[in-house]
T-cell receptor, first 112, second 114 residues
Framework: DADVTQTPRNRITKTGKRIMLECSQT?????MYWYRQDPGLGLRLIYY???????NKGEISDGYSVSRQAQAKFSLSLESAIPNQTALYFC???????????FGSGTRLTVV | AQSVTQLGSHVSVSEGALVLLRCNYSSSVPPYLFWYVQYPNQGLQLLLKYTSAATLVKGINGFEAEFKKSETSFHLTKPSAHMSDAAEYFCAVSERGGADGLTFGKGTHLIIQP
């Protein structure tokens, strides 16, 4: 099994729908992150969490919310999806400052 | 705020030639520096990282990068390109003692010509 698992791998949803992307990890890391990748823009940080009681906004948090259900689980929600949220979403974990990050395989989300 | 600049959205080299992918960062304090590779339809894989030890860092698949504080650069090199190196490469930084998370460059797509 992968260290960082994202579900679903692909999702097509309609404008205005609520959607949740899930991430689970077996690394035992406290720090978890959600990034969004758009062609030509690299990856941008949406939210990050240092533990279940510590949630922080990233560079582009508007339109998104997160839930840290347990150390191993970190979910990203789009309350009302819009087409410009069409992107590749990555979950990542980290053991600590400067120690590198482990990424999941990504969720490709299309909002029509 | 930190920023990362990758010069060249696309770089094309011949198989067997030197690979040079450029990365410059802006930060008042030398940050942690990373290079990641993304193969088509896959996630990101760590190639190498600079924390504070040797300025020349060796990574996987024959890649290496040199941290140059005076030039605020962390360029990625490989002496001899292989067809399997074709991928998207991202330079990223993480601030020391500051807000967490990685700040990524926009990526460089490496094309290997036969």
């Amino acid at each position: 099994d992968a260290d960082v698992t994202q579900t679903p791998r692909n999702r097509i949803t309609k404008t205005g729908k609520r959607i949740m992307l899930e991430c689970s990890q077996t690394k035992g890391h406290d720090r978890m992150y959600w990034y969004r990748q758009d062609p030509g823009l690299g990856l941008r940080l949406i939210y990050y969490s240092f533990d279940v009681k510590d949630i922080n906004k990233g560079e582009i948090s508007d339109g998104y919310s997160v839930s840290r259900q347990a150390q191993a689980k970190f979910s990203l929600s789009l309350e009302s999806a819009i087409p410009n949220q069409t992107a590749l979403y990555f979950c990542a974990t980290s053991e600590g400052e400067g120690l590198g990050y482990t990424f999941g395989s990504g969720t490709r989300l299309t909002v029509v | 705020a930190q920023s990362v600049t990758q010069l060249g959205s696309h770089v094309s080299v011949s198989e067997g030639a030197l690979v040079l992918l450029r990365c410059n960062y802006s930060s008042s304090v030398p940050p942690y520096l990373f290079w990641y590779v993304q193969y088509p339809n896959q996630g990101l894989q760590l190639l190498l990282k600079y924390t504070s030890a040797a300025t020349l860092v060796k990574g996987i698949n024959g890649f290496e990068a040199e941290f140059k504080k005076s030039e605020t650069s962390f360029h990625l090199t490989k002496p001899s390109a292989h067809m399997s190196d074709a991928a998207e490469y991202f330079c990223a930084v993480s601030e020391r003692g500051g807000a967490d998370g990685l700040t990524f460059g926009k990526g460089t797509h490496l094309i290997i010509q036969p």
